[in-house]
């Protein structure tokens, strides 16, 4: 895994995923119990879980950077 690892994401703070190929853009909103966290995503202002983005795995290109 590249990039930050999820312990390190923070409240308020703007990330940047890649998943499989797929690119997404979010602001923590809630940090849960474990790697689960509430994601508001910038483009579209829905709300999200991160075990959504990460569901299916994670794949070669799995990295998440601070933006």
């Known amino acids: ?9 923070r409240y308020g703070k703007r990330y ?3 998943n ?3 690119k997404y ?3 923590v909103v809630d940090i849960k119990v474990g ?3 509430t994601l508001k995503d910038l483009f579209t202002l829905e709300e999200y879980n991160m075990s959504d983005l990460t569901r299916f795995g994670k794949g070669e290109d799995f990295e ?3 933006i």
Not at 1 to 9: D, E
């Open 25 to 27: 853009e979010f602001e």
């Open 35 to 37: 790697d689960e966290f």
């Open 16 to 18: 940047r995923l890649i």
């Open 64 to 66: 998440i950077r601070e």
């Open 20 to 22: 499989f190929g797929e």
């Open 1 to 9: 895994m590249k990039g930050l690892a999820f312990n390190s994401m």
